[in-house]
T-cell receptor, first 114, second 111 residues
Framework: DTEVTQTPKHLVMGMTNKKSLKCEQH?????MYWYKQKAKKPPELMFV???????INESVPSRFSPECPNSSLLNLHLHALQPEDSALYLC?????????????FGSGTQLSVL | DQQVKQNSPSLSVQEGRISILNCDYT??????FLWYKKYPAEGPTFLIS?????DKNEDGRFTVFLNKSAKHLSLHIVPSQPGDSAVYFC??????????FGAGTRLTVKP
């Protein structure tokens, strides 16, 4: 199994809603990531979990709350989002290689905030 | 501050010819460089990589060249095929966890 699975594929939510994005991998990877990508822009790193601990938080607003329940799962909890948060949210995973990361990406969740 | 730049948003090439995609970076601490390919409605998939101790890495039709003094890398695809049409992202990392992406170049290979 070389897949990173993200659910849901599409999500529409209001600014007062609470929702969660889910990500799962069974490759034994010990690093997992959330990226945000707006149209015609590069993916921007949001969070990195390494061995189930948050190792990087790129100054992301608190309305985004990551969670790593175990080494195979990564969640992103959303609350009180703004319309400008509408984007493609990509999950990725990687081994802890000796030399250089190689990310495996999911297909993403296309989020629209109304 | 965008540390990885792909200045050509699009490139169109005839089938069978060479495609050359370019990428520039500003952070001299980057030690690993990767190219990803993205089809619509899919996540990016890894294509090829190169570490900073090398200047060339080849994998089949794909070759990545690194010029550290110019802080420039390029991806050569030869011969180009229609199935290569996609968005190509250049990425660079410092260490294992901090990867930065360029904005992408949309490659169209015409039959």
């Amino acid at each position: 199994d070389t897949e990173v699975t993200q659910t849901p594929k599409h999500l529409v939510m209001g600014m007062t809603n609470k929702k969660s994005l889910k990500c799962e991998q069974h490759m034994g990877h010990r690093a997992m990531y959330w990226y945000k990508q707006k149209a015609k822009k590069p993916p921007e790193l949001m969070f990195v979990y390494s061995y189930e601990k948050l190792s990087i938080n790129e100054s992301v607003p608190s309305r985004f709350s990551p969670e790593c329940p175990n080494s195979s799962l990564l969640n992103l909890h959303l609350h009180a989002l703004q319309p400008e948060d509408s984007a493609l949210y990509l999950c990725a995973s990687s081994q802890e290689p000796d030399r250089g990361p190689k990310l495996f990406f999911g297909s993403g969740t296309q989020l629209s905030v109304l | 501050d965008q540390q990885v730049k792909q200045n050509s948003p699009s490139l169109s090439v005839q089938e069978g010819r060479i495609s050359i995609l370019n990428c520039d970076y500003t952070n001299s601490m980057f030690d690993y460089f990767l190219w990803y390919k993205k089809y619509p409605a899919e996540g990016p998939t890894f294509l090829i990589s190169i570490s900073s101790i090398k200047d060339k890495n080849e994998d089949g039709r794909f070759t990545v060249f690194l010029n550290k003094s110019a802080k420039h890398l390029s991806l050569h695809i030869v011969p180009s095929q229609p199935g290569d049409s996609a968005v190509y992202f250049c990425a660079a990392s410092e260490g294992n966890n901090d990867m930065r992406f360029g904005a992408g170049t949309r490659l169209t290979v015409k039959p």
